[in-house]
């Protein structure tokens, strides 16, 4: 009873962990942790293993080997040695699991946060819903092409102060 | 049932991913305009992500511990599953659009049925991809409008890639025993449900593009069996090489 009380008391808590987590950057947009992103689908321990499960934002993502990596390392610096990255598939990430904090880092970083309810391509025309510029706020904004800078955001741009920005679309 | 459908259903689906990815990587940098350029360059990238997802699985299905990286690297052309689509050659921007467009409606029909499979890692990846190719075939179809209903010179171009493209996309929606087995027991995409969806939106896009598809064009076909043109062979000699000249070679 003492030794795995013991045992217990040495592990980090849940909730640490999460609270370290959010201080890892997505290598892509270093503003918004990899929690606020809402890949980090869930923290566990299982016997000694810290086992976080990750889930990928685009299939093809060159970002997904290198958040795996940081996370082991942000981890690692808080003494935890035995970590195990899982890789879940399903259900498939989507933009609606970006933080509340996260969307509104984005636009102050100059990314149009991904607009509610339009989940998936083809959703923006569909529905009329109007992308913001992250500048100066006007709708009056045109996509110049669904494909940007990286594979989850698209190029628009802002006809009212003229500067292009990066939409990052709703997936 | 004939001898590892699943796995040969499974490797028609990275391989279609794979060859069409090598294919439309060649345009990085060379592209008619930079937004194009990007747009290709992520296509191709959210394809081999596909690709890495289907492949592993299909090696797993295979049992013999090879990876997704050895059935890309160490096959050689009989033995890849591809449809005659995705290997025919890029021509202008118009042919690569439309071979793109030709693909991406499929793929996007397919995807939306095999969300459904009775095989739960099927589902989960068909699940993943239909979301990227969504916006893939958002793209493509957009692009045939414009270009279609273009200039004369770009209408020209789009039908000329129409005409010989058509007889390649049939084999994409034309079931052999391997899609009959797996459909009925609830694993492989319906192709016949398939097919009528792809019509339905091919002669709607078509329509608005101001393009006619060929009538009564045959259905060229093979590469789902492994009997590929002699482009197969040179897509893969290149994409092999290094791993065939330096077995196990990483960086």
């Given at each position: 009873m003492v030794t795995v009380m013991t045992a217990t008391a040495a592990k980090p808590s849940i909730d640490d962990i999460w609270r370290w987590l959010e201080a890892v950057p997505d290598p892509e947009i270093p503003v918004i942790s990899v929690v606020d992103l809402g890949i980090v689908r869930d923290v566990s321990w299982e016997e000694d293993a810290l086992v976080v499960t990750v889930t990928p934002t685009y299939s093809g993502c060159p970002a997904t080997a290198v958040i795996a990596l940081e996370i082991e390392n942000a981890l690692r610096d808080r003494g935890i040695e035995n970590v195990t990255i899982k890789s879940r598939l399903s259900p498939a990430w989507t933009t609606r699991w970006i933080s509340a904090a996260g969307r509104e880092k984005l636009k102050s970083y100059g990314i149009a946060p991904p607009v509610e309810g339009a989940a998936c391509a083809g959703a923006l025309r569909l529905n009329d819903v109007t992308v913001s510029c992250p500048?100066?706020?006007?709708?009056d904004t045109e996509c110049?092409?669904?494909?940007?800078?990286?594979?989850c955001k698209a190029s628009y741009r802002c006809k009212a102060c003229l500067e292009p920005f990066d939409y990052f679309k709703s997936f | 049932m004939p001898q590892d459908a699943l796995f040969d259903y499974v490797l028609r689906m990275g391989d279609n991913c794979l060859v069409l990815a090598q294919r439309v990587s060649v345009w990085c940098g060379h592209a008619p305009v930079l937004e194009e350029d990007i747009a290709l360059a992520n296509t191709a990238l959210d394809l081999i992500g596909q690709t890495r997802l289907w492949l592993s699985y299909a090696g797993e299905i295979e049992g013999k511990g090879r990876s997704a990286d050895d059935l890309a690297y160490l096959r050689d052309a009989r033995a890849f599953r591809n449809c005659l689509l995705v290997e025919q050659p890029n021509g202008d921007f118009g042919q690569t659009l439309m071979r793109q467009f030709l693909f991406d409606a499929w793929h996007h029909f397919t995807l939306g049925a095999l969300k459904?499979?009775?095989d739960g890692r099927i589902a989960e990846i068909a699940e993943k991809a239909a979301k990227e190719v969504a916006y893939h075939l958002d793209r493509s179809g957009d692009l045939v409008i414009r270009l279609g209903d273009g200039t004369a010179e770009s209408h020209n171009r789009m039908q000329a890639a129409l005409d010989h493209l058509w007889p390649f996309a049939g084999e994409l929606t034309t079931p052999d025993e391997v899609d009959e087995a797996l459909t009925q027991k609830g694993v492989a995409a319906d192709l016949a449900q398939v097919e009528s969806q792809v019509s339905a939106y091919m002669e709607k896009t078509l329509a608005e593009a101001t393009l006619s598809a060929p009538k009564d064009a045959p259905v060229r076909k093979g590469g789902k069996t492994g009997l590929h043109g002699e482009e197969l062979g040179y897509i893969l000699a290149e994409m092999q090489f290094l791993q065939r000249a330096y077995p196990g070679a990483t960086w």
């Open positions: 500048r100066c706020g006007s709708s110049v092409s669904p494909f940007g800078s990286t594979p | 459904n499979s009775a």
